[in-house]
Each structure stands twice: as structure tokens, then as C-alpha cells.
T-cell receptor
Framework: NAGVMQNPRHLVRRRGQEARLRCSPM?????VYWYRQLPEEGLKFMVY????????ESGMPKERFSAEFPKEGPSILRIQQVVRGDSAAYFC??????????????FGNGTRLTVT | SQKIEQNSEALNIQEGKTATLTCNYT??????LQWYRQDPGRGPVFLLL?????KEKRKERLKVTFDTTLKQSLFHITASQPADSATYLC?????????FGTGTSLTVIP
């Protein structure tokens, strides 16, 4: 049973470029969450998606950031025109049901984005 | 907004002793609280879930308590081992998201 797969593990982008982070949830999971983590800080919620729908994007900056979870294929977190402050570890997690349930989150091992 | 505080300083304990980690929260009354373990360079891994109507939950050497009056959860690791060294995160379950604390770094010294 494959876990949550994130790729790439490491991504280096120059300021102004675009970053695309991919996440394949666990088999049978239709709920995906994206979190951002800076060193010595906790996980900060960005966005919660179900298949083809954004349920809650309250933690995601309005500009430059977007997320999708299409009917087929992985969830994508897209950061346009990256700046140095976007450098962080981005984690994806999946769950078989919504946050109101008692199901735990299953995390991938993250994508470490470095903006030079 | 929700505020979750965990032991602000790293915790160092001797092998074989019991480690106790604290999670305090404000501005919320969660129905569930979860604990995760995170190793360097890896994603968090789920350990235990406790419901608001449960006072205590155990799993092998792990024990979690949940005091909704104090708005506090305690996480205990008994007979600690060096392999228990990691960062431990508590999480509150909200409407559409999980709110995570900043974590407590635990080091078990052989």
C-alpha cells in the first residue's frame, strides 16, 4: 500500500520562476490538505481540497498561489513568480474523510522548495 | 483564532525514564485531539487520537490524556528509548482543517 507520494523532494527555483509541487494521496483517499513548514515552526494550513473542489483555501495567499485536485491525477500546488520568502517545506496529507471526522492525516515526506 | 502551545523548549531525558509533553490550547473546544511524530526531513506520522469524552488513551508505551476543562493534553512515553527521539506535534481537529502546535523536540539520552 503506497503512502502519500510527493514530488519532487527538493526543488530549486530562481526568483520569478514558477514552482509546481505534486501530491498523490493514498489509494482510496479523496481529501487532500497542503501545509507549509518553516524551520522551528509548526505546520501552517494552506488549503483543503476534495476531488475537483477547493473546500477551504483560507490559509493560502490570494496572489501567486493556487491549488487543484483534478478528477484524474495528483493534486498540484502551484506558486507563480516565487520569492525568497516562499522557501519552505511543503507537506501534503490525505484522509479518507473530512476534517470533522476522527480519521488521522497521512503525510507525504514533503517538497523542500529553495528560492535563490 | 486557535492557539496551540507545546513545550517551548526541547526536552532531554535519560533512557528508561518517562517523557511528558504538554499541549495547551485556547479559543476552541475540539471534539478530537491527535498526536503525531515527526523525524527530520520526513512528514509527520500519526500516533494517537483521543476524543473529548475520553480522559485517557493508551497504546503500548504511549499514553495521552485530554482535559477539556484545562484545555490541555499530556502525552507520555514510558520506558523511553533513544529511538523515541523526534519532534512530537499535537493537532486539534477543526471544521475543515487540522491545527498543529509548533511541536516539542524530544531527545532520549542513552
Amino acid at each position: 500500500n503506497a503512502g502519500v507520494m510527493q514530488n519532487p523532494r527538493h526543488l530549486v527555483r530562481r526568483r520569478g520562476q514558477e514552482a509546481r509541487l505534486r501530491c498523490s494521496p493514498m489509494k482510496g483517499h479523496s481529501h487532500v490538505y497542503w501545509y507549509r513548514q518553516l524551520p522551528e515552526e509548526g505546520l501552517k494550513f494552506m488549503v483543503y481540497l476534495q476531488k475537483e473542489n477547493i473546500i477551504d483555501e483560507s490559509g493560502m495567499p490570494k496572489e501567486r498561489f493556487s491549488a487543484e485536485f483534478p478528477k484524474e491525477g495528483p493534486s498540484i500546488l502551484r506558486i507563480q513568480q516565487v520569492v525568497r520568502g516562499d522557501s519552505a517545506a511543503y507537506f501534503c496529507a490525505s484522509s479518507p474523510e473530512s476534517g470533522q471526522g476522527a480519521s488521522p492525516l497521512h503525510f507525504g515526506n514533503g517538497t523542500r522548495l529553495t528560492v535563490t | 483564532s486557535q492557539k496551540i502551545e507545546q513545550n517551548s523548549e526541547a526536552l532531554n531525558i535519560q533512557e528508561g525514564k518517562t517523557a511528558t509533553l504538554t499541549c495547551n490550547y485556547t479559543n476552541y473546544s475540539p471534539a478530537y485531539l491527535q498526536w503525531y511524530r515527526q523525524d527530520p526531513g520526513r512528514g509527520p506520522v500519526f500516533l494517537l487520537l483521543i476524543r473529548e469524552n475520553e480522559k485517557e488513551k493508551r497504546k503500548e508505551r504511549l499514553k495521552v490524556t485530554f482535559d477539556t476543562t484545562l484545555k490541555q493534553s499530556l502525552f507520555h512515553i514510558t520506558a523511553s528509548q533513544p529511538a523515541d527521539s523526534a519532534t512530537y506535534l499535537c493537532a486539534l481537529i477543526g471544521v475543515n482543517q487540522f491545527y498543529f502546535g509548533t511541536g516539542t523536540s524530544l531527545t532520549v539520552i542513552p
